[in-house]
């Protein structure tokens, strides 16, 4: 039997009774969590190995509620562009370069990146074309890196007759039958796989989507049915974008904004995860929080597409399940976690003028117990709780910027970078010790290999002179 034993660790548990134990130590056998409690009262553990974590603030891996694994590409090819122009411009014209070995490079990439910064899962949003082989190509990295993933497969349908002549247009490769048979494939072959793989789906419903006709009302019912009828969740982008833009345009269309359209549409179950939920009415926010749908921020994706911000005392007030993300690194440009929160927390200060709004506490919450809630994961994850799955991060905070915190969980989130990460569990395995991977061994091969493909697909797009410019000119 693998027996570990974390010892002398200063445990912030997230646990219902928000937990902190000064001087603690965690029992895990194979993947879960069997014990924990006090070093005064540190039983014996015979044959266990010993993980000493003396010093450390030890938590919950972060579980990032919102990413796309293939932009870890392409991270700084969007400055000074509004969403709708940068997805024209920029994101779509790269999402046509990805071959699958460019979409496994880039997710070995964003699973190393989030190891080496507390995060232990993510939600993989997939929006491009994928097939079973794209799949594969994405999930295979995830496995091998040893990091838990929510993989979700997009369902994707030409609407007929068109949505919007917005957008010229530009049929789906598939139809819907054959989309529904591809997502019932994939999840019979990978929801499990490893004991970190989680499937789940991705359906665009979300103004600047459905105007470039990538959604019907037929996906839209039959995906909610298939997640309904196999337990899934689904990730969808929703009010975010350029409010007179995307939105105005969308209002003008269909009379509403993105919930009132999945409200009409009786579409809306506790499946659904929005995402982003910037610009809401207080009638579909209410509509959320009734179907018992969850939210994932992403607050610092929306300041870098000067979307707006996320309204957080209304979101919370509602009394909707909130969760934190990233988005995908072509809009935040990192994946630390540990940055996320500060910038949560900031951003809600600076907009709220409350300061007790989103406290220290509050974002690691969300950062943890949240985001797993959201994605239907809080079973597994998202607390230190015997039972749970042994996903656990030990920062070392007895560093120059860190060891005057006075505070530890207020260091964490305001003064510590996520790279202050020490050691690194998921599902009971040491994944990173020392801040190196124990697991993995190529991680050089992969920055190498993803510089060199990032740049081929950037000059295929046509997007060189746009991206590689050393010096732009200021306004
Ligand atoms: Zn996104």
Known sequence: MTRTLLTDGYLVTVDPGRRVIERGWIAIEHDRIVGLGSMDELPEQPGAEVVDLA????????VNGHNHHWASLFKNTGEGLLLEDWLDQVTLPLMAQLSNEDLRVAAYLGAIEQLRTGTTCSLNHVINVN???????????????????????????????????????????????????????VIDRWDGAGGLIHMGLAIETGANWMLHNTTSDEIILAGVELARRRGLKITNHCSAGTPWLS??????????????????????ADSWVFVHALHLKDRELDHIARSGAAIITNPVSNAYSCDGLPPMRRLLNAGCTVGLGSDGA????????????????????????????????????M??????????????????????????????????????????????????????????LVDGKVVLRGGRLTAFTAEQEVLVEATARAHAAIERAGLAERVFVDWRPVR
């Open 55 to 62: 010093g450390m603030l030890v938590l919950p891996g972060f």
């Open 367 to 424: 950062a943890t117990i949240g985001s797993a809630r959201a994605m239907g994961l809080d079973h597994l994850i998202g607390s230190l709780e015997v039972g749970k799955k042994a996903d656990i991060v030990a920062f070392d905070l007895r560093r120059a910027h860190t060891t005057v915190g006075n505070r530890a969980i207020a260091a964490l989130v305001f003064s510590a970078h996520g790279t202050d990460v020490d050691t690194v």
């Open 330 to 365: 072509y809009v935040n440009c990192s994946l630390d976690m540990v940055q996320q929160m500060k910038f949560a927390a900031l951003l809600a200060n600076a907009t709220h003028d409350d300061p007790l709004l989103m406290t220290a506490e509050r974002v690691i919450e």
């Open 131 to 185: 097939d079973a082989d794209s799949m594969q190509a994405m999930i295979e990295p995830v496995l091998d890196v040893g990091i838990r993933q929510l993989v979700t497969k997009e369902l994707r349908d030409t609407p007929a007759p068109a949505f919007s002549d917005a957008y010229a247009a530009r049929p789906h490769v598939r139809d819907r039958e054959q989309e529904l048979a591809i997502a019932e494939e």
């Open 247 to 268: 939105g105005r345009a969308f209002e003008h269309q269909t009379g509403g904004g993105d919930i009132d359209y999945l409200a009409r549409l009786g579409a809306l």
